[in-house]
């Protein structure tokens, strides 16, 4: 009976205390994807006269410049969303089905495939590093999820 009790005690404390303090401390040092919508964005430089005549446009290996959603057009938004994440509308920003047949690709056929969604790939490419772990994984669902509670669908595609 003795054995009963202490597993009791050992499974309550495991419960209780070490998973909370382990999903507190593994919260606590996420980016905040707030972040996300301060982030600087490295553009093309221009160099417009006094006149607003656009003279110059400088920039190194690319060659950017940010445009409002509501300047693309509705079929590159469509095709973006068709190749890069299909569900985008209907996910919470991430995708069980995607990150489970990624690795079952991976771990089967030793073939790397993405199984991120759009607000994933957004975070990882602007708070997180490109490393490839089950961690940085656990981290970007996370933020993905977060994020998707702070943003509307539109604001993260033009993110």
Excluded: C
């Amino acid at each position: 009976m003795l054995a009963v009790w202490i597993f009791i005690g050992i499974f309550s404390t495991f419960i209780f205390i070490f998973v909370p303090y382990y999903l507190y401390t593994f919260i606590k040092y996420l980016p905040n994807p707030r972040l996300l919508s301060q982030r600087v964005i490295p553009v093309t430089t221009q160099i417009f006269d006094r006149n607003g005549i656009l003279l110059y446009e400088l920039h190194g290996d690319e060659d950017r410049k940010p445009i409002p959603l509501t300047n693309i057009p509705e079929t590159i938004k469509n095709a973006t969303i068709a190749i890069e994440d299909r569900q985008f509308y209907n996910h919470p920003g991430f995708s069980l089905t995607a990150i489970a047949r990624a690795a079952r690709e991976t771990y089967f056929n030793k073939h790397l495939q993405g199984g991120s969604t759009i607000t994933q790939q957004l975070v990882k490419n602007s708070l997180l590093t490109s490393e490839i772990s089950y961690w940085r994984k656990a981290r970007e669902v996370v933020l993905a999820f977060w994020a998707e509670q702070l943003y509307t669908k539109n604001e993260i595609l033009e993110m």
